[in-house]
C-alpha cells in the first residue's frame, strides 16, 4: 500500500482546514489548551456553557475531566442543529455486510426516527436516570436507539456500555433492553 493519491485541488480548496490551518490549530492546543478548548467548545449546542474546560490529575486517582460543570444534549447536537440547513443531507451511510445493500438516511429521517423511538420509550415509561441496555448489531437501528435514550434519559454511561452484556442486565437491572431478534422459518417440509 505505497500508492500515493493526490488530493484534487478543488477538494483541497473546500476543505474546512489546510495544513497551516492544522499546525496552527495544533501550536495553540499545546501553547493554551484551556483557550483552545473553549473555543473547540463553541462549535457545539451548550444547554449551559461549560466555565471549567479541563479537570486533570495524573497523580494518584488519577482523574480526568472535560466541560465538567456544562450541559447539552448529545441528541440535540447530531441532529437537530443540522435541521434548518441540513434537512434532506445525508446523516449516516450504512452498509450492511452485503455492499450491495446500503442505506443513506438524511438528517430529516434520522430526527423522524429517532423521535419516534425516543418516543416509544416514554410510553414504556422510560424516564430521565434510568437505565436502559441497548443490544443490536451494527445496523442503522442501533444509532436510532442510542440516539432516543439521549433525548428521553438524556444520555447514556460509556461505563455501562462497556459491560458484557450479561453482566449489566444481572447487576444493573435496566428498565427496558432493547433488543433486535430474527426468526428463522423454513418451508422444507
Not at 176 to 189: N, P, Q
Amino acid at each position: 500500500m505505497s500508492e500515493l493519491f493526490k488530493v484534487d485541488p478543488a477538494w483541497a480548496a473546500s476543505a474546512h482546514c489546510n495544513r497551516e490551518r492544522y499546525l496552527e490549530m495544533y501550536r495553540r492546543s499545546i501553547d493554551d489548551p484551556d483557550g483552545f478548548w473553549a473555543e473547540m467548545a463553541d462549535r457545539i449546542t451548550w444547554f449551559k456553557k461549560p466555565t471549567k474546560i479541563k479537570n486533570t490529575s495524573y497523580h494518584g486517582n488519577v482523574s480526568i475531566k472535560w466541560y465538567e460543570d456544562g450541559e447539552l444534549n448529545v441528541c440535540y447536537n447530531c441532529i437537530d442543529r443540522h435541521l434548518p440547513h441540513r434537512a434532506n443531507q445525508v446523516a449516516i451511510i450504512w452498509e450492511g455486510d452485503d455492499p450491495a445493500i446500503d442505506k443513506k438516511i438524511t438528517y430529516r429521517e434520522l430526527y423522524d426516527r429517532v423521535c419516534r423511538l425516543a418516543n416509544v420509550l416514554k410510553s414504556m415509561g422510560v424516564k430521565k436516570g434510568d437505565r436502559v441496555t441497548i443490544y443490536l448489531p451494527m445496523i442503522p437501528e442501533a444509532a436510532y436507539a442510542m440516539l432516543a435514550c439521549a433525548r428521553t434519559i438524556e444520555g447514556f454511561s460509556r461505563e455501562e456500555a462497556s459491560w458484557w452484556l450479561g453482566m449489566v442486565l444481572h447487576r444493573k437491572r435496566p428498565r427496558r433492553v432493547l433488543a433486535a431478534l430474527r426468526l428463522l422459518a423454513s418451508d422444507e417440509g
